[in-house]
């Protein structure tokens, strides 16, 4: 079973040499703003608004996946392209980026535990499933872009995450052993891929595992919030 982390990660014997965060649901809660995107594309087009609780289920496997799932109405993937899916998918993206990240917001703890790594001397990275097209621009919104090292979207490689390589891309890059690097995430996609990479993996409650416990993706340690990470 994973540790649960109530405080900064030297009680756990563990200092990274670099630390990979995911992005939406980690870093920032972006939910809001995907909600109202997706639900209005969705209109646009004469389908049923998807409710809150069912796309905050289905968001972590890029915009694509989303858009699949509001067509399927299922987490579940489908196993052939709806003849629909690239009319959402535009409608959701011209959306999306119209908001201008107005609804969402950064996560407590945060910029403080970036400023701190970054002090160290910990390469930072974002890795996430979420589109080139809008991932520097909510960093920035935010203020936290200047403290990573590298920025890997969901098209960057050839695979995104649960697979390793984006990570392992990172670690190439920062010149680290997989093992000496940590991921921080808050779904299952996030410790997949960590656990694909063989890197160890802390997990944050409280964001977009498809509405499951992160727990039964056993992560190497578990927080509540990042706020409860420090050093």
């Not at 990660?9 to 995107?37: C, E, N, W």
Request: glycine residues 6%.
């Amino acid at each position: 079973m994973p540790d649960s982390a109530a405080g900064y990660l030297a009680p756990l014997d563990f200092a990274p040499k670099a630390v990979l965060f995911d992005l939406d649901g980690t870093l920032i809660d972006s939910l809001p703003d995907i909600d109202a995107a997706i639900k209005k594309a969705a209109v646009a087009m004469g389908l049923p608004a998807p409710t809150l609780t069912k796309v905050q289920a289905w968001i972590g496997n890029g915009a694509g996946a989303l858009v699949a799932r509001v067509l399927a109405d299922s987490l579940q993937l489908p196993t052939q392209k709806d003849p629909r899916h690239d009319a959402l998918l535009a409608g959701y993206m011209q959306a999306y980026a119209e908001l201008e990240h107005a609804y969402s917001h950064i996560y407590p703890g945060v910029e403080s535990l970036l400023q701190y790594w970054q002090a160290q001397g910990v390469k930072l990275a974002v890795i996430t499933n979420k589109a080139a097209r809008f991932t520097p621009s909510i960093l920035d919104h935010f203020g936290i872009l200047p403290y990573f090292d590298e920025v890997y979207c969901g098209d960057t490689f050839a695979e995104k995450k649960p697979h390793p390589m984006p990570l392992l891309k990172a670690c190439e890059a920062f010149a680290v052993e997989p093992h000496e690097a940590l991921m921080v995430g808050d779904s299952r996609n996030d410790v997949g891929a960590a656990h694909n990479a063989h890197v160890r993996c802390l997990a944050v409650r409280g964001g977009y595992n498809h509405g499951e416990d992160i727990a039964l993706a056993n992560p190497t340690w578990i927080v509540d919030s990042l706020d409860l990470v420090k050093p």
